[in-house]
């Protein structure tokens, strides 16, 4: 067949249509494992930052917040009954040495960290990449502790900072502890939320004073209220 222009054309466009068909394939074969390797990773995650979760039995609810125009995932894990058995924080950061550190950041109730997982990173080898080991000093500065307690800053940059670093890995090291203090702010946002609704449920207070009345108003007392008869608060 003699050549011409027309006809390598035609072959490069054949070659080009088969090679997409090809590429389209493989992604449509290999998406949904991918995406169910993925939530499994992410119910690992949850379970392994709250021991008291069984994801058999008991139930979670995601809600979807955005902090500092990032994604943060909070999972509200609780028992049959309704009681709430904990948080687990799908928490996220930019600023890793080579760019996006995701955590699975565990906390009670009160806010005390039960446990802290890392479901992506892509530090330096021996270094940041430390952070997903088992025991290592950034998982040891958070856990056991109320995040509402602590100073979160690495304890080498000053300025009364709790977190210890990791060995020649500041950089990772500023990423964990900014990624643990951004769970923080979707725990309280989450936790404030339920409090509001907790409140709503409840007998009006003062009058349906909201400016006036603290806490949770409950059955109808006026305990809560700030401006009482007498013009004392109650203590």
Do not use: W
């Amino acid at each position: 067949m003699k050549s011409t222009l027309f006809n390598m054309i035609a072959v490069l466009l054949c070659i080009t249509l088969v090679s997409a068909i090809g590429v389209g394939g493989v992604y449509m074969l290999t998406k949904q494992p991918i995406e169910d390797a993925k939530s499994k990773a992410v119910s690992d995650a949850v379970a392994a930052v709250l021991p008291d979760y069984n994801p058999d039995t008991d139930k979670s609810v995601v809600d979807s917040l955005e902090i500092d125009k990032m994604p943060i995932n909070v999972h509200t894990a609780s028992k049959a009954d309704g009681t709430v058995v904990g948080y687990a924080v799908e928490t996220m950061t930019k600023k890793g040495f080579n760019g996006v550190v995701k955590l699975m950041v565990g906390l009670s109730v009160e806010g005390e960290v039960i446990n802290i997982k890392v479901i992506e990173q892509s530090e330096t080898p021996g270094l940041g990449t430390q952070m997903s080991d088992e025991g290592n000093p950034l998982e040891k500065s958070f856990v056991g502790r109320k995040l509402s307690e602590m100073k979160m800053s690495v304890k080498k940059d000053g300025g009364g900072g709790e977190v210890d670093a990791l060995t020649a890995a500041t950089i990772s090291s500023r990423a964990y502890t900014d990624a643990v203090a951004r769970a923080y702010e979707a725990y309280k946002q989450i936790t404030s939320k339920s409090t509001d609704a907790d409140c709503e449920a409840s007998e009006p207070c003062c009058g349906g004073d909201k400016e006036n009345c603290y806490g949770c108003c409950a059955d109808g007392e006026t305990a809560n209220c700030k401006n009482q008869e007498g013009g004392n608060d109650e203590k």
